[in-house]
């Protein structure tokens, strides 16, 4: 068999529903891509959902550019970098050209028989974890962050939301004045707001995770230097170039970098080097992702431009039978990429075919 480029909708509950200030998630709805050329079978997950709400893109406009613009260009199964050449001229849409642009970066690396996360230069055998606590009631927040701790999670981020913030974060606070903590505020606030945003200098956070709008850098620069708090941008992160000004102008510090958010591995290894050269920090965000996903994520954080914990946790805390049968286990707070080619991940047939809701052959030949 020659070249197949496959799709597959995929729906797997979540253990618990994960609210942030944008809407609440209680099931993952994926798309996964397959590519084959009869010896290898490479996969991938756009970080999109149903709804456009984290970003402009979702699962439907995800398809559509795949379906008729990206497809086409990997016949002849060209190096991620190649493919971000040929279809430069395509503004934005950057979700699914991750997708592809990771889907390749698996299939070129089990090819080589490598695991991603060497294959993606200087790395660490394991990286780092935070853990990122959804919102619900104060106190049963409370009893999140206590079981990120016990757990030994790194980090503990709390989503947070206009108003709730001060309940929120006084609550841990009392009860935890000295762990590692941020908020992410996934766009909720404004300049308007400066009078409650900067009472969060008073909590002692790792960082402020993007509090202004999705495609802002310049109110967060005015934001920066009215905080003590330092600012980490996540949505706004879209590129390399958006990078350079943000820290140019001084509206971050930190960078949350989600390859699927940024085009792919090809662009996220740039931005960090950004962050890096410009004396910031990095870490690997989630977007809730299945084990593919995952297994990306994970490969990036072991690399050594990554220098603060990232949102990578294990499996088992997003679903109770993920599809795959090699789940991440923590260790110590640490997580370790799949040392097997690729990302390593071994597809569980069954449960994946379970969860199917749609599937459609794109491309084969
Ligand atoms: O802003 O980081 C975010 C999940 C969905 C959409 C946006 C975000 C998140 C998370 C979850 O914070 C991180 C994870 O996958 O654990
Ligand atoms: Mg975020």
Redesign the pocket.
Known sequence: MAFRLKYYNIRIPLVIP?R?SFGTTSVRDAILFQLSDGNVTAYSEAVTSSLPD?GYEDNGTVLHIVREFLADKIRDYPRPEEFLERVASIKGNNMAKAAIEMLLWDFHSKKGGTPLYRALGDHREDADVGI?IGMTSTPKMLELVKQGIDRGYKRIKVKIERGREEDILSSIRKEFPDVPLSA?A?CNYTLKDIGALKKIDDYNLEYLEQPLGHDDVVDHAELASRLSTPICL?ESITSSEITEKAFEIGACSIV?IKPGRVSGLTESLKIAKIAHDNGGHVWV?????TGIGRAFNVSFAANKLVDLPG?T?PNDKYFVKDIVTNPFTLDSGKIRPNSLPGIGVDIDHKEFLDRIVKSDTLISE
Do not use: I, K, R, V
């Open positions: 994960f942030t984290y990122s992410d996934n996540d949350n965000g989630g977007m809730l992702e949102d946790s």
